[in-house]
Structure formats: structure tokens, C-alpha cells
């Protein structure tokens, strides 16, 4: 996913493809063991969307720590 459409998303719906993310990261890598894995790229660009949404996540907990104090 890109990032413009993970800025869209609110925090439940980042959580949940969070989630998402995860479980298809653990599923490629049993493929990887079992050498079924047809897309060797689909583990990296797992990795780098649950990167995105940590950061989005981490973003929008620091924004709302601000408007809290201020």
C-alpha cells in the first residue's frame, strides 16, 4: 500500500491492516521454508507496509499527545 492511502485510514482500520500484515508476512515465510514462494519481493514489501503503518500509528499517538498538552 502506499502511503497517501494509509493516511486515509483511522487508527482502528491502520490497527486491523496492521493485523492484516502480519499474518500474510508469517504466511510467506512458511512458503519461503517449504520453497513454494512464487513472489520472493512480497516479504519485503510486507515488511516495509508494517514499517508505514508503525510510523502512521506512532505519528498520530505524537499528535495526539500534543493536542492533549496544548
Known sequence: MKIDELREL???????ELE????ALFNLRFQKAKKIL???HAIRRNKRDIARIHTLL??????????VKG
Open 20 to 23: 492484516d500484515k502480519r499474518e
Open 10 to 16: 483511522t487508527k482502528e482500520e491502520l490497527e486491523k
Open 58 to 67: 506512532s505519528q498520530m499517538k505524537i499528535a495526539n499527545s500534543q493536542k
Open 38 to 40: 512464487t513472489d520472493n
